[in-house]
């Protein structure tokens, strides 16, 4: 494929991913979510006290989407080193974004692993 080719589907992509956005569809293709009903069925066992829901209206019994619990992250931002409040950005790149913060993280928990394996076996 040429690079005017290539410049040509960018374009086209983008066109498309504006014309998306400016629909203000609200999506949620996060899987695997039970449905409120299902939920309230472990209301009795879970014995919660109060409503089970986040500050951000977020129904607590359920996952908390792609970016977690605000309430989770703010606990684990600093252990994790990551931001309490996310970057809202979205679009072409985020996933790769992702993927490189969640590498990251990987490699930071692996060379501190075999650093405590070290010290506890020096010990």
Avoid at 37 to 58: F, H, I, R, Y
Avoid at 90 to 97: I, N, V
Wanted: overall charge positive; charged content about 30%.
């Amino acid at each position: 494929m040429s690079v005017d080719e290539l410049v040509g589907q960018v374009e086209r992509a983008r066109k498309d991913y504006e014309a998306l956005v400016a629909k203000g569809l609200k999506l949620d293709l996060t899987r695997g979510k039970p449905s409120p009903k299902q939920l309230d069925a472990a209301n009795g066992v879970l014995e919660l006290s109060g409503e089970p829901v986040a500050a951000d209206g977020t129904d607590l019994r359920n996952y908390g989407g792609l970016q977690g619990l605000p309430e989770v992250r703010a606990i684990f931002a600093e252990d994790l080193q990551v931001p309490v409040q996310p970057p809202r950005r979205g679009g072409p790149g985020q996933e790769q974004d992702l993927r490189r913060a969640a590498h990251g993280r990987a490699c930071r928990s692996a060379r501190s692993s075999r650093g405590s394996a070290v010290s506890m076996s020096r010990a």
